[in-house]
């Protein structure tokens, strides 16, 4: 019976031995099979470095920001440092301090917590920190002891070091030596003394207990801890061991002001970095990335707008407490050569709407110049063609009663007879509807497309989308490419694609991308150069006189209806730049302290570009071989005669210069003319009623100077909607009649303009009485008026204009 019992015990023994084994082991096998597979590991997730066009750090985009950096351009002292605090048998284990996991759980008995120590080798440390929570339980020690030995299997020593190294979290946002050592004394690892290198070691243990930035005094503590363990282990002298102690902290943490340097011109490289690689190689692969940014250029921006509205030229509005302050702005700078940005600002704050590039807005005026470009390269238009600058029909239907008078002028004026350079630089809105009328919207589309616009859409090609030439598309533009688009002018036709990135190498220093940037020749040399010509004379002469500096600039203003948009596009040899205004909402820029329009937008860029400019070359438009200066007359068009009361010198290329003189002109004579009748003036006309007009002596035209005031009639229109009109006639230009009512020119049969001519007849509202009274009166009253004002001499009837 006996033996029957000691043989039941045993089996029963055996067998719950075995089954305890066996649970054992398919929990540790289970375990195992959940832990992760480290053969690929080859370090954690590394910051994206961004550098300016210099190869200055301009920012960093990470998960954990981490600066990966090989073993050999570590100090000696700091691996050492590491060793002898963290894992003074690192180089003899196998991953597992048995004994001090042994002393480890005596610990923690003693204390009744039994996982209050855990006795991690660095090798378990990496395991945790690469692969691993750190929730404190035996299943993940477990894991841990395993990848610890996997990691011993798999790698020798000084790669499981590097990979610690460049893995421990030091605080704050660091991971890794590298970045601690930036961070903490603005300085790189290979740059660390004993004392730097012991405070870091002691880091790991308790980062933020620790941190030098916030507790000084435990930093200091923590540090000659470190450099007592090290001087027991014979890593370094006592001598060596005191100097250090002695040493002071000196922190030089790298300035924070240097990552909100460029915030939108960041967010635009993140958005290309990530189109082209994934999202998790820019935020954890450690690419390094140069750039086009000049930050010299990029800071004047900034702190040309934050002037501008610190100043109040800029206002600012909050409707609600949730709402960015507004208007916005935007700011794009471009080198005209090759397209690389050089200066960005997207917004008056940090979000992460990039009006830069992904505002679509009505740009205005400032597409007025691809019309121009589109009728000098297809319409056969020179700079000295002559456009009539008066009112026009919005339809061609005649008077009645849906008569409208459009496009509306600035201000209600207009000049008659101009040239296409009079008409740019004065930004003339019928001049411009008159010309894409002629050419063609499509073409005009068609070449903007070319100048890198992508925003239009397939309604703006209407053939009669005439409101085209002012601005008026579907959707819009960007800043950007509006940039881009005035900057093939400067370039001599040629069209750049802009771009911000120009090479990105790996962790490992492989290049993995140069930029290519595509270029193509979207309009010859001389037509460029007309254009620029032009341009060039609205800073200089026009409604861009904010931008003039100390050599040639062209560029072109736009103000939207309403102020919802204010531009300035405009370039100089070497930069092009676009400035933009509005509120987000599309709201009016109409505020009680001011009005917000064109003007602004082109102070701040003369403001900004005469201070970007000051340290290149002073390189003036070039004029190409086949351009010529010719002498013209600006009524015209054709060569000057002795007469001609101005003469306008313009760029011409070769073979479309006028050769024929004008013969409009010649010797004028001034009479006096009864304003009420039209008749020459008798003695008995009031004399505030008379005035002395011009007129060409051989064909009777008069000229100006005059102004011919005229107003809408139109009874379903209110009467703030009519348009009240001014013809402001220049000195020596040919008067036309007009239509009082409308302002419309009044046609001959061959479309030429019909003029006034000088009267035949006197006035006869005021008759005399005596016929010998008005002979004797008006001998006198002509001598008294030779006397007041003798005989002029053609600059005095002309003036200087």
């Not at 590991?41 to 066009?53: H, P, Q, R």
Request: one cysteine or more; proline letters at 4%; glycine letters at 8%.
């Amino acid at each position: 019976m006996k033996k029957r019992t000691k043989a039941i015990f045993l089996i029963s023994f055996l067998l719950i031995f075995a089954l305890g084994t066996g649970a054992i082991l398919g929990a540790v096998t289970w375990i195992i099979q959940d832990t992760p597979d480290i053969s690929g590991y080859k370090g954690s997730s590394e910051a994206t470095l961004i550098y300016d066009s210099e190869g200055e750090l301009l920012t960093k985009l990470f998960k954990e920001n981490r600066v990966y950096v090989p073993l050999e351009r570590m100090p000696e002292n700091l691996k050492n440092a590491i060793v002898a605090i963290e894992d003074t048998k690192f180089y003899v284990h196998h991953g597992i301090d048995f004994w001090g996991i042994g002393r480890a759980m005596i610990n923690n008995i003693m204390k009744g917590d039994l996982t209050d120590q855990g006795a991690s080798t660095i090798t378990q440390q990496l395991a945790r920190n690469a692969f691993l929570t750190l929730d404190k339980n035996y299943l993940r020690k477990i894991k841990e002891a395993y990848l610890a030995i996997q990691f011993e299997r798999l790698y020798t020593k000084s790669e499981i070091l590097e990979m610690y190294l460049n893995e421990i979290f030091l605080g704050h946002s660091a991971y890794g030596v590298e970045t601690a050592s930036l961070q903490y004394f603005g300085k790189h690892v290979w740059e660390l003394d004993l004392a730097e290198s012991a405070l870091i070691a002691g880091l790991p243990q308790s980062p933020n207990n620790y941190t030098p930035l916030r507790y000084p005094e435990r930093a200091i503590r923590r540090r000659n801890v470190v450099l007592d363990r090290m001087y027991e282990l014979g890593y370094i002298t006592k001598s060596e061991m005191q100097q250090a102690k002695n040493a002071e902290l000196n922190l030089g943490t790298v300035e924070e002001t240097e990552e909100d340097i460029a915030h939108y011109f960041t967010l635009y490289v993140r958005d290309q970095l990530i189109d082209r690689f994934g999202a998790s190689m820019v935020y954890s692969g450690g690419l390094k990335v140069h750039t086009t940014l000049d930050r010299k250029m990029q800071v004047l921006a900034e702190q040309t707008i934050k002037n501008k509205i610190e100043n109040g030229f800029i206002p600012s509005f909050q409707s609600n407490q949730n709402e960015k302050l507004q208007p916005q702005l935007s700011l794009v700078s471009l080198d005209v050569n090759n397209g690389a940005i050089r200066a960005m600002i997207g917004g008056r704050g940090t979000d992460q709407f990039n009006r830069a590039y992904q505002a679509v807005r009505q740009p205005g005026s400032a597409f007025k110049p691809f019309v121009y470009s589109t009728a000098l390269i297809e319409g056969g238009y020179t700079t000295g063609s002559i456009i009539n600058d008066l009112p026009m029909l919005a339809s061609e239907s005649g008077k009645g009663s849906d008569l409208n008078i459009w496009p509306r002028n600035y201000g209600d004026r207009y000049r008659g007879l101009i040239n296409l350079n009079t008409a740019l630089t004065n930004s003339v809105n019928v001049a411009a509807v008159k010309l894409i009328k002629d050419v063609g919207v499509k073409n005009v589309i068609d070449f903007t497309e070319k100048l890198g616009i992508s925003t239009l859409t397939k309604n703006d090609s209407l053939a009669d989308h005439y409101s085209l030439a002012l601005g008026g598309l579907n959707r819009g533009v960007t800043p950007i490419e509006m940039a881009a688009a005035y900057s093939v002018f400067a370039n001599k036709g040629i069209y750049s694609e802009p771009h911000a990135i120009t090479k990105v190498y790996d962790k490992h220093d492989n290049l993995i991308y140069e930029a290519q940037p595509k270029s193509k020749v979207v309009m010859s040399q001389e037509n460029s150069y007309l254009i620029k010509s032009m341009l060039k004379s609205v800073v200089d002469n026009g409604t861009g006189r904010r931008a003039q500096m100390n050599r040639d600039v062209g560029g072109k203003t736009g103000t939207t209806n309403d102020y919802t948009d204010a531009w300035f596009v405009g370039f100089t040899s070497q930069i092009a730049t676009s400035v933009w205004i509005g509120e987000d909402s599309n709201r009016s820029m109409e505020y009680d302290v001011k009005t917000v329009g064109s003007g602004e937008a082109a102070q701040i860029w003369g403001d900004y570009m005469r201070e970007a400019v000051k340290g290149m070359p002073v390189i003036n438009f070039q004029m190409p071989d086949n351009i010529i200066q010719v002498d013209v007359g600006p009524y015209t068009g054709l060569r000057p005669n002795q007469y001609s009361p101005r003469i306008d010198v313009l760029p011409y290329i070769k073979g479309t210069e006028p050769t024929k003189k004008e013969s409009l002109h010649g010797p004028v004579e001034t009479v006096r003319v009864d304003r009420k009748s039209g008749l020459l003036a008798t003695v008995n006309c009031p004399k505030d009623q008379v005035e002395e007009r011009h007129y060409i002596s051989d064909s009777g035209i008069r000229i100006g100077p005059t102004q011919k005031l005229f107003k809408e009639q139109n009874a379903n229109k209110n009467s703030e909607e009519l348009v009240r009109g001014t013809y402001t006639v220049s000195a020596g230009e040919p008067v036309q009649k007009i239509d009082h009512e409308y302002g419309f020119p009044k046609i001959q049969r061959n479309g030429n303009p019909t003029y006034e001519t000088k009267p035949d007849r006197y006035c006869n509202l005021h008759p005399s009485n005596s016929a010998v009274s008005q002979k004797q009166d008006s001998a006198s009253d002509a001598e008294t008026e030779e006397e007041k004002d003798p005989i002029r001499s053609l600059f005095d009837i002309f003036g200087n204009d």
